[in-house]
């Protein structure tokens, strides 16, 4: 079974930096591109980055780029997201999520997600 | 980057009835469209990708079609699971992908 699990976010001020994980479990981890979608409160989804599964590849939104960095251990099965220069409109669920046995999109895996407050 | 723009924000309907989600990209993103349901506090769960293609486990009552540009969503005969939030998301054209404003469906 695809299993996704989030953590790290928690409360941090404007301009800080926070660090967050995604333990992947049930799929060989370096096959496949991972992303994270973010969700403010009440709001919509919004994708932020991916990266390819080896020889990594990233990609970012434009909200978040040179900002926020995405990596991964493949001999871990770990994805992390790195934020630095928090902004109070970086406030959102941030889920981990990919595609199991395809391209790299859509997402028919999603985590829990993990809640990032940014405020003073 | 391809707006995408869901109709209507809300739509009422009484169980057993059939729901219509509408979908409109900026421009023509083939069939590169995926739906989503989200209920309150869960993750998104894949319904529909390719357009037309259920995912795993997902019920013959949702169906998706179009094209192009105007792609909609049908749950041909709402049950009590299905009242949630439905969003689209375009994976033609990227980075960025891009995802609707959602639809939010309600029991009547």
């Known amino acids: 079974e695809v299993q996704l699990l989030e953590s790290g976010g928690g409360l941090v001020q404007p301009g800080g930096s926070l660090r967050l994980s995604c333990a992947a479990s049930?799929?060989?981890?370096?096959?496949?591109?991972m992303s994270w979608v973010r969700q403010a409160p009440g709001r919509g989804l919004e994708w932020v980055s991916v990266?390819?599964?080896?020889?990594?590849?990233?990609y970012y939104a434009d909200s978040v780029k040179g900002r926020f960095t995405i990596s991964r251990d493949n001999s871990n099965n770990t994805l992390y997201l790195q934020m630095d220069s928090l902004r109070v409109d970086d406030t959102a669920v941030y889920y981990c999520?990919?595609?199991?046995?395809?391209?790299?999109?859509?997402?028919?895996?999603w985590g829990q997600g993990t809640l990032v407050t940014v405020s003073s | 980057d391809i707006v995408m723009t869901q109709s209507p924000a809300t739509l009422s309907v009484s169980p057993g009835e059939r729901a219509t989600l509408s979908c409109r990209a900026s421009?023509?993103?083939?069939?590169?469209l995926a739906w989503y349901q989200q209920k309150p506090g869960q993750a998104p769960r894949l319904l529909i990708y390719?357009?037309?293609t259920r995912a795993t486990g997902i019920p013959a009552r949702f169906s998706g079609s179009g094209s192009g540009t105007e792609f909609t969503l049908t749950i041909s005969s709402l049950q009590s699971e299905d009242f949630a939030v439905y969003y689209c998301?375009?994976?033609?054209?990227?980075?960025?992908?891009?995802f609707g404003g959602g639809t939010k469906v309600e029991i009547k």
């Open positions: 390719g357009t037309s």
């Open positions: 421009q023509s993103i083939s069939n590169n």
């Open positions: 990266i390819s599964g080896s020889s990594p590849s990233t």
């Open positions: 049930g799929f060989t981890f370096s096959n496949y591109a």
């Open positions: 998301q375009q994976y033609n054209d990227w980075p960025p992908l891009t």
């Open positions: 999520a990919t595609r199991v046995g395809g391209y790299w999109f859509p997402f028919d895996h």
